[in-house]
């Protein structure tokens, strides 16, 4: 097991009820700005759960911010938060909600004179502080409500970058499954592909004899697997939606990843997908993770096999079958969660690939990988084999 430093500060309240509890995580004399997506949560009760909780509390509100929330959407907020001297944010949705409040918790307190979208350029290292935030989550997947990473885009350059600090930690995050009933059945579909991928980014690299890390890292892929078509065949089920939400969390919160090499090359290349042609993000992740291990196969052979051994269960066949069918499975499932996992299936083909690779040589992109290997030619590889 490699040497870790573990670190995750953020309090969880999980269950029915609990966005009640936001009076009591709430500094009372604090001056509240809480910020939400499209408007799903004025549909589904959420809004007015989180208004009633906080009644007391001087709260404003900033609505509008987009899946794969946009610096250009972010710095309106900033702006709102300058003005009116708040001095506590509250994220209430999914993952681009809670990325998109860390960037404003960051920016609002970011070295006058220059520009927030220095952020990302640095991935978060020139992060001095940062506005105390909490979050309600809405849509289990990204793990954004118990981490400290952000993913934001730049819309003018189409750049999708992400940032990691310590000081965007939520304070607290609320977690009650029955905000996720409203979910339409694609995004149900996402949030496991993308929770399936987190763990499979940190867990299908080198072997490091982290035996809990890679037993936890197991259960929730099993958990996803078990759960997932329970999710979409029966939608009122509240522990499958428990399952998943939870399931969410541990896959990104640092705990799996702790002390294990990990990946993240496939994540990269899908966020220039997404900022060039606007896959949502487990889409990106589904196209390119199977063919990810395919060509990186090699590398990645002993956790493979330990993979098709206790998530799939293949025991016969010779080695190089056994890591073939479990990376087919991997498909399948991705595929009956309702999510494609070939580029053509979204519209793109061979000559969208040329924009895609200039993208990562932009972002340095292009030595990728648990052994960083992945250069721009593997890349390539990658995509034409996605097509
Ligand atoms: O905007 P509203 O109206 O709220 O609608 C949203 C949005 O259209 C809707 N939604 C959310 N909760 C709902 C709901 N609809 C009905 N009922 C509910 N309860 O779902 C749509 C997608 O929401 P979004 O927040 O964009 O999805 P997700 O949570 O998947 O977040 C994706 C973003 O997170 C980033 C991604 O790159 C992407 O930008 N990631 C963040 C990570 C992190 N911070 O650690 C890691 C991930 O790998 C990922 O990159
Ligand atoms: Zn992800």
Known sequence: MNNFDYYNPTQV????GQIAALSKVIPRQAKVLMLYGGGSIKKNGVYDQVKTALSDISLLEFGGIEANPTYETLMQAVALVKAEKVDFLLAVGGGSVIDGTKFVAAAAVFDEGQDPWQILEKWGGNIQAALPFGCVLTLSATGSETNAAAVITR????????????????????LDPTTSFSLPLRQVGNGVVDTFVHVVEQYLTL?????????????????????GPRALSEPDDYDVRANLMWAASC?????????????WATHMIGHELTAL??????????????????????????????????????ESGDE????????????????????????????????????????????????????????????????????
């Open 13 to 16: 309240l999980f269950g029915k």
């Open 251 to 263: 896959a990104l919160n640092g705990q799996i990843g702790a002390g294990m090499v990990q990946d």
């Open 155 to 174: 819309a003018e350059t189409k750049a999708k970058r992400s940032f990691m600090n310590r000081l965007v930690f939520p304070k607290f995050a609320i």
């Open 277 to 314: 042609y606007g896959l949502d993000h487990a889409q990106t992740l589904a196209v390119v993770l199977p063919s990810m291990l395919r060509v990186r196969a090699k590398q990645k052979r002993e956790m493979l096999l330990q993979y098709a051994s206790r998530v799939w269960q293949l």
């Open 320 to 387: 190089d079958e056994r890591i073939e069918l479990a990376i087919t499975k991997t498909e399948v499932f991705f595929e009956n969660m309702g999510v494609k996992t070939h580029l053509g299936d979204y519209g793109l083909n061979e000559q969208h690939m040329g924009a895609v690779l200039q993208a990562l040589e932009e972002h340095k992109m292009t030595a990728l990988g648990e052994t960083r290997d992945v250069t721009l030619a593997i890349s390539r590889q990658i995509l034409e084999m996605a097509l």
């Open 207 to 227: 072997p490091t004899q982290a035996k809990v890390q890679e037993r936890l890292a197991e259960g929730v892929l099993l958990t996803l697997l078990e759960e």
